[in-house]
């Protein structure tokens, strides 16, 4: 079966199960009733006491109800994989899928909460109403610019972690993968110059956590559709009110300067981080051929990669990664935000910033212990990366003044794999014991 007749697989089978269980999550209690008079606890009047306490201190909110272990994920559809600006009721399925992430691989509550609007006002005015349900919000398929700005405005009006995975996941991961790649090919991170193919939330982010790294900002090129990004580019006034974050960076980057196409930016380049079109063939193999020696190439388009990684190893790549499960080197945002939130919530953090992200990177590639050019990037079915990176996000939440609860790395890691662990076992018992109906195929 080749690249593309997989694919047309994996659509078939989603499709044909999306309609067998009709949803990928569901509620359930997790308190006992034995009786139906338990209710006067868990419900009136007993609850009334619970109410009391909280409104005496509402961080209790955190310890006497389900808020310490519940995430938003919230979208308006305008930016849904590759799919483009396809509404909020057609994101529904992507949102229920990273719900279903966040509870496997994390233990998390999470709620898929598509919005209906076109106000970036109205969209942070309902998820600011959130706040009192939720222990962080994840926002989720929101487009470009859109998101930079309602991401700014609300982690600036909230009081707890608000993220989007679209820019500050794929920016950790690709980070992380990063990390290691130039471990292999014996290369620092001062030294390189990186070619960032497309400037949506993705890249725009990652080229941001690069320099909060410490990698050398007038090393990093972008390139778009319109060529090059740099100071004397014709959009660059455009681009100050539009997209400021895009404009800043116009102005740091691309030290030497450099003009003209995509093919020019890659050019004696070390590295190409692309998230840009998902059409195998967008990146030339001989567009690689003219980089340095030891070539990194990333193309995390989806659902198919600017090159396919086969055509990008004829062509003199050394490391590919994709954004894809059937090749080696998945740069996959699945292996960042269940840990990041299990570790942010653990904490009951007041926020989330770059310098949680750089921690967060670093323990992903640091669970690696002996990168090869096949595996830069841990599996998803590693289990224990999953405790280990939120401990180490949770204790850094605490190092950075951030965390309503404080404790030491150790602590954070247990708590975290008990959580973790007991979450898998009851999902194990219910579909050991056919409380959920298997596949066939």
Same mark, same amino acid.
């Not at 990186?194 to 990093?220: D, E, M, R, W």
């Not at 001989?286 to 340095?292: F, G, S």
């Given at each position: 079966?080749?690249?593309?007749?997989?694919?047309?697989?994996?659509?078939?089978? $989603?499709?044909?199960?999306?309609?067998?269980?009709?949803?990928?999550?569901?509620?359930?209690?997790?308190?006992?009733?034995?009786?139906?008079?338990?209710?006067?606890?868990?419900?009136?009047?007993?609850?009334? $006491?619970?109410?009391?306490?909280?409104?005496?201190?509402?961080? #209790?909110?955190?310890?006497?109800?389900?808020?310490?272990?519940?995430?938003?994920?919230?979208?308006?559809?305008?930016?849904?994989?590759?799919?483009?600006?396809?509404?909020?009721?057609?994101? &529904?399925?992507?949102?229920?899928?990273?719900?279903?992430?966040?509870?496997?691989?994390?233990?998390?509550?999470?709620?898929?909460?598509?919005?209906?609007?076109?106000?970036?006002?109205?969209?942070?005015?309902?998820?600011?109403?959130?706040?009192?349900?939720?222990?962080?919000?994840?926002?989720?398929?929101?487009?470009?610019?859109?998101?930079?700005?309602? #991401?700014?405005?609300?982690?600036?009006?909230?009081?707890?972690?608000?993220?989007?995975?679209?820019?500050?996941?794929?920016?950790?991961?690709?980070?992380?993968?990063?990390?290691?790649?130039?471990?292999?090919?014996?290369?620092?991170?001062?030294?390189? !110059?990186?070619?960032? %193919?497309?400037?949506? $939330?993705?890249?725009?982010?990652?080229?941001?956590?690069?320099?909060?790294?410490?990698?050398?900002?007038?090393?990093? %090129?972008?390139?778009?559709?319109?060529?090059?990004?740099?100071?004397?580019?014709?959009?660059?006034?455009?681009?100050?009110?539009?997209?400021?974050?895009?404009?800043?960076?116009?102005?740091?980057?691309?030290?030497?300067?450099?003009?003209?196409?995509?093919?020019?930016?890659?050019?004696?380049?070390?590295?190409?981080?692309?998230?840009?079109?998902?059409?195998?063939?967008?990146? !030339?193999?001989?567009?690689?051929?003219?980089?340095?020696?030891?070539?990194?190439?990333?193309?995390?388009?989806?659902?198919?990669?600017?090159?396919?990684?086969?055509?990008?190893?004829?062509?003199?790549?050394?490391?590919?990664?994709?954004? !894809?499960?059937?090749?080696?080197?998945?740069?996959?945002?699945?292996?960042?935000?269940?840990?990041?939130? !299990?570790?942010?919530?653990?904490?009951?953090?007041?926020?989330?910033?770059?310098?949680? &992200?750089?921690?967060?990177?670093?323990?992903?590639?640091?669970?690696?212990?002996?990168?090869?050019?096949?595996?830069?990037?841990?599996?998803?079915?590693?289990?224990?990366?999953?405790?280990?990176?939120?401990?180490?996000?949770?204790?850094?939440?605490?190092? #950075?003044?951030?965390?309503?609860?404080?404790?030491?790395?150790?602590?954070?890691?247990?708590? $975290?794999?008990?959580?973790?662990?007991?979450?898998?076992?009851?999902?194990?018992?219910?579909?050991?014991?056919?409380?959920?109906?298997?596949?066939?195929?």
């Amino acid at each position: 079966m080749n690249d593309e007749e997989r694919t047309a697989n994996f659509n078939r089978l $989603a499709i044909k199960y999306s309609q067998k269980y009709r949803g990928k999550i569901n509620t359930m209690p997790k308190v006992p009733i034995n009786k139906l008079g338990d209710f006067s606890i868990w419900y009136t009047p007993g609850v009334a $006491a619970v109410s009391e306490k909280i409104k005496e201190d509402h961080d #209790l909110s955190f310890e006497l109800t389900g808020r310490w272990n519940s995430v938003a994920i919230v979208t308006d559809g305008t930016r849904v994989l590759g799919l483009g600006n396809i509404g909020p009721e057609a994101a &529904m399925p992507v949102m229920e899928g990273k719900a279903l992430i966040f509870n496997y691989l994390g233990g998390i509550n999470a709620i898929p909460l598509p919005v209906k609007t076109d106000s970036r006002e109205y969209f942070n005015s309902v998820v600011r109403s959130l706040e009192p349900s939720f222990g962080a919000i994840n926002l989720e398929d929101i487009e470009s610019p859109k998101c930079f700005f309602i #991401l700014d405005e609300l982690q600036k009006s909230m009081n707890i972690p608000v993220w989007h995975d679209d820019q500050l996941g794929t920016a950790s991961i690709t980070l992380a993968g990063l990390i290691n790649a130039l471990r292999i090919v014996g290369k620092k991170k001062e030294d390189v !110059r990186i070619a960032l %193919i497309g400037s949506g $939330a993705a890249n725009l982010a990652t080229a941001y956590l690069l320099k909060a790294a410490g990698f050398n900002t007038g090393n990093l %090129i972008i390139a778009d559709h319109l060529g090059v990004l740099e100071p004397e580019r014709e959009d660059m006034d455009k681009l100050m009110i539009n997209n400021p974050w895009k404009y800043k960076f116009a102005m740091e980057s691309n030290r030497d300067r450099i003009k003209g196409g995509i093919e020019n930016s890659i050019k004696g380049a070390d590295v190409i981080i692309s998230a840009a079109k998902s059409q195998p063939g967008f990146i !030339r193999k001989e567009w690689i051929k003219t980089m340095n020696s030891d070539p990194i190439v990333f193309a995390l388009a989806n659902p198919s990669p600017e090159i396919w990684p086969g055509d990008a190893k004829a062509a003199g790549a050394r490391i590919v990664a994709t954004g !894809r499960s059937d090749f080696p080197n998945q740069i996959n945002n699945s292996l960042v935000f269940p840990s990041l939130f !299990r570790g942010v919530l653990d904490a009951r953090a007041k926020g989330v910033n770059f310098d949680v &992200m750089v921690t967060a990177s670093e323990e992903i590639a640091n669970f690696v212990e002996n990168p090869v050019e096949e595996m830069i990037i841990p599996r998803m079915d590693q289990y224990d990366l999953y405790p280990r990176v939120a401990a180490a996000v949770a204790y850094k939440t605490s190092q #950075l003044g951030l965390a309503r609860r404080n404790n030491s790395k150790e602590w954070f890691y247990n708590n $975290a794999k008990e959580i973790i662990d007991f979450n898998r076992k009851i999902y194990g018992e219910i579909l050991g014991n056919g409380l959920i109906e298997r596949m066939d195929e």
